[in-house]
């Protein structure tokens, strides 16, 4: 067995007979679409430069195996996706374990349907994606972007900027072990000193186990590292997975049983960068990064005496020291089944869980609170003013003793995550008929539902302020009646059934494909706590008499509730493609597209009486393609047109997602890339996109105020990306250079404030060891050095309608990391 094969640089797609690529969403997208999509390869040599341009009306770049393997080991594939036109994604860290954000076409995450085998991986709350959770490189097959629209089956109730799609590799048919052991530092300006990062990855091939083909695989990773900027915290991550194939029969027909559990241990990254004016930059110079944590880190919590009123300290409240767990896992089966000679099933059932939480503290109170109410209450501290922004207290009914000196007098620093619990269930289902050659239907259906279950307990801290639990809706703090208080405690159920069909016909040079998906959408919303504001704010209080007696004292609050909201929309899909010569093709579509409002914006609703409404779009592509042996090209220009252009974005501070209503919006902009290939050693690469955005009105912020928005830019988004990357083979010795320059972004949406420009180098150099020795023939040494140039930049950003001042976090810094990799 070769390198590459154990490597899994040869595409093998979702069955055991499958001779066209694929490159959708599920089993039935992926039998439905036999077209070509654009090939980012390392290793393709069919291709040109490793790209294959498709005659397809949806514009769409696969990123395959072997390109994956050259970025940094462990790193998330989102930051990969950086080589695609019109993706810009900024990552936390150098490694890949901290998160980060990206849009796509100036579309932002929670615009952008992500799936895993099918499996849809956005939040079922606010479709938040968390890029540090994702499938370990080593055993991604490809992930395939989609600009601008979605397949008809896509279990999404928001994506509107397009999708993206990670496919897991199929089993190797013989058996092999593959292994990679990876050491990581931060070498950049400034003096960091010491910032390790430790990484061990290992594979299983059984082969195959029996006559019929049956074969399986298992793994697992572990990946430890540093803090990047402050002088506290950093990774611990753990990864298993496990894949099972059987094949069916010779016509391709399949059953794939899968299973992923992820675990995270990280702490929230550090970054000093705050913006408060056009010029509010804070980093000035590379040093100014790396920084050690305000509560003096190693400190002690507050001493308890008996018999006094304690005070709590700031030993365990900075923003680093919050842990930001997770665990997640999921089982998926895909599956392939002929019918009969034009008929096929696919089905496509799955199961997910998240357990998470957004670390922080909060003031404890070991008594009543001053107006004799219970729970989490979302109040001014008198001592304290600024503490109020940033915590709520709580208060324990009866007295408890929190830091155990005998009273009930005390104000304790304690733990106050807002911890997360999803179950979710799906199901893909598509019934394809093949009416006659070149001509296709199929039907499908599609379920998925969440339970989404969020509460705010709080737990205890060590003497260090490290929690004793990072999970402490495990063993939460009790008041004196056994009643946990707690700052949110709300229950949801997101439920999606949707029924589409989509028609695909060849007529000469002409393809075409008419589609109509009609989703119906339900929010179910249990609120238990009391809504205080329309932004959400809730307090929490224990006791229905309680309840009524502050509902008695705040009659404008809400009482807690149930409600339900339903979303239901037609959403037509066309595409057309037409050849002019083998060479040269045009291709155009257009799509419906409906955005539904996150459980976030849906609870904050419920102070007002009045549910948000839902974004819908209009999206039109039009595009040009050019084929040779040596030169493929294509450009493509699109336009999307928005009513209640809903743009949100996440609050560290207040970790919840704030949303904003820009109303109509245009949005428009062009990607483009070329390839050539001179010779067979050295390939060339370039691509860039240019997006424009225009809000046509001023927004409404109260009852006879207005942001200055008509003919502004949205927040966050790139103007232009614009990247190269060349690849090359010197001797035994491959070596690979990208670079990526992304345009300046607005931080807020009456663009006032200007975040700058920035220009990211990286380099991988690879030296296969079986040119030494033929024992060695499955084994190579790779180094990366990712921010090559170590530039000081903006990443991630939390935009905002009118704010002057906001959290930024700062672009890793230069890293390097050396990887032994080995396999038989």
């Known amino acids: 067995m070769k390198l590459k094969y154990l490597l899994a640089t040869s595409v093998v797609g979702l069955t055991a007979a499958a001779s066209a690529p694929a490159y959708a969403q599920s089993t039935g997208s992926v039998d439905f679409d036999d077209e070509n999509v654009i090939i980012v390869s390392g290793a393709r040599s069919t291709d040109v430069a490793g790209i294959d341009i498709p005659d397809s009306p949806k514009a769409k770049v696969q990123v395959d195996s072997e390109l994956i393997r050259r970025q940094t080991p462990g790193q998330t594939i989102n930051d990969t996706l950086n080589l695609v036109p019109g993706v810009s994604f900024t990552n936390n860290d150098p490694f890949g374990s901290l998160g980060g954000s990206f849009t796509i076409r100036g579309f932002s995450s929670d615009r952008i349907s992500q799936t895993f085998d099918g499996i849809p991986l956005n939040d079922s709350g606010n479709y938040a994606l968390y890029t540090n959770q994702m499938l370990d490189p080593e055993i991604i097959e490809y992930a395939t972007v989609t600009l601008g629209s979605t397949d008809v089956d896509s279990p999404t109730a928001s994506a509107a900027g397009g999708t993206i799609n990670i496919r897991s590799k199929n089993p190797d048919e013989e058996f092999g072990v593959m292994t990679s052991i990876t050491y990581g530092n931060i070498i950049a300006r400034g ?31 572990r990946t430890e590292n540093d803090s990047v900027f402050s002088n506290y915290g950093g990774v611990d991550k753990q990864q298993y997975n496990a894949k099972i194939f059987q094949p069916i029969g010779v016509n391709g027909d399949f059953i794939s049983l899968a299973g992923h559990y992820n675990i995270n241990r990280n702490n929230f990254n550090g970054s000093p960068a705050r913006f408060s004016g056009a010029d509010g930059y804070a980093i000035v110079d590379p040093e100014d990064r790396f920084y050690e944590l305000s509560d003096g880190t190693p400190c002690t919590l507050a001493p308890a005496t008996p018999g006094v009123q304690d005070e709590y300290n700031s030993c365990g409240t900075p923003f680093e020291r919050r842990y930001n767990p997770s665990n997640t896992a999921n089982i998926r089966l895909n599956s392939r089944f002929t019918l009969s000679d034009n008929l096929t099933l696919t089905v496509d059932p799955s199961f997910q869980y998240v357990k998470a939480n957004g670390g922080g503290t909060s003031i404890g109170f070991e008594g009543f609170s001053p107006d004799g109410f219970t729970g989490g209450i979302f109040r001014t501290d008198p001592r304290n003013p600024q503490r109020s922004t940033r915590s709520t207290q709580y208060y324990y009914f009866g007295g408890t003793d929190l830091n155990g000196d005998g ?48 509460t705010g307990t709080s737990g205890s801290l060590l003497t260090n302020g490290e929690p004793v639990s990072v999970f402490p809706i495990d063993d939460p703090l009790l008041d004196s009646s056994g009643i946990a208080p707690q700052k949110r405690n709300r229950k949801s159920f997101a439920t999606l059934h949707q029924a589409s069909a989509e028609y695909r016909g060849e007529f000469g040079d002409l393809v075409a494909q008419v589609g109509v998906r009609a989703p119906f959408f339900t929010r179910d919303l249990n609120q238990y706590c009391v809504t205080t504001d329309a932004s959400g704010n809730v307090n929490c209080i224990n006791g229905d008499a309680n309840i009524t007696a502050y509902l008695a004292a705040n009659p404008n609050a809400v009482a807690p509730t149930s409600v339900k909201y339903d979303y239901n929309k037609l959403l037509p899909n066309v595409g057309l493609t037409y050849n002019f010569t083998p060479e040269a093709s045009v291709f155009a579509s ?209 935009t905002g309608l009118t704010t002057s001042g906001a959290f930024v976090n700062i672009g890793p810094p230069r890293a390097i990391t050396a990887s032994l990799i080995w396999g038989f």
């Open 191 to 221: 003096n960091p000193g010491d910032r390790m990062m430790y990484r061990g990855f290992a594979k299983l091939e059984t082969g195959n186990i029996t006559s019929g083909g049956l074969r399986a695989y298992v793994t697992a990773s």
């Open 407 to 454: 009273d009930t007098l005390d104000y304790v620093t304690i733990g106050s995550p807002s911890n997360t619990q999803t179950n979710r269930y799906g199901v893909i289902a598509n019934l394809i008929y093949d009416i006659a050659e070149g001509q296709r239907i199929r039907l499908a259906y599609t379920f998925d539902r969440a339970r989404h279950r969020q």
């Open 590 to 798: 257009y799509a419906k597209n409906l955005s539904v409002p996150g459980t976030d914006d849906l609870y904050g609703s419920l102070y007002v009486g009045v549910a948000p409404a839902p974004e819908t779009s209009d999206a039109f592509d039009l595009g040009v393609r050019y084929q040779t042996r040596t030169v493929q090209a294509q450009l493509s220009g699109w336009f999307s047109r928005y009513q209640d252009r809903l743009k949100s974005a996440y609050d560290p501070i207040l970790d919840r997602t704030i949303t904003r209503n820009l109303g109509q919006v245009d949005k428009y902009g062009v990607d483009g890339s070329i390839a050539w290939q001179p010779i067979r050693a050295l390939s060339l690469y370039v691509w860039g996109s240019y997006v424009a955005s225009d809000i046509k009105d001023d927004v409404q912020t109260g009852a006879t105020s207005f942001a200055p928005t008509a003919g502004k830019r949205e927040a966050g988004i790139p103007e232009y990306t614009i990247g190269a990357r060349v690849q090359g083979n010197l001797g035994p010795v491959e070596i690979g250079v990208q670079v990526k320059r992304t345009g300046d972004r607005f931080l807020n949406d009456i663009n006032t404030i200007t975040l700058p420009g920035y220009t990211v180098a990286d380099l991988d150099v690879r030296l296969p060891l079986g040119t030494f020795s033929e024992d060695l023939e499955k084994a190579y040494f790779q180094v990366n050095v990712t921010n090559l140039l170590d530039e000081v930049y903006v990443g991630s950003a939390s």
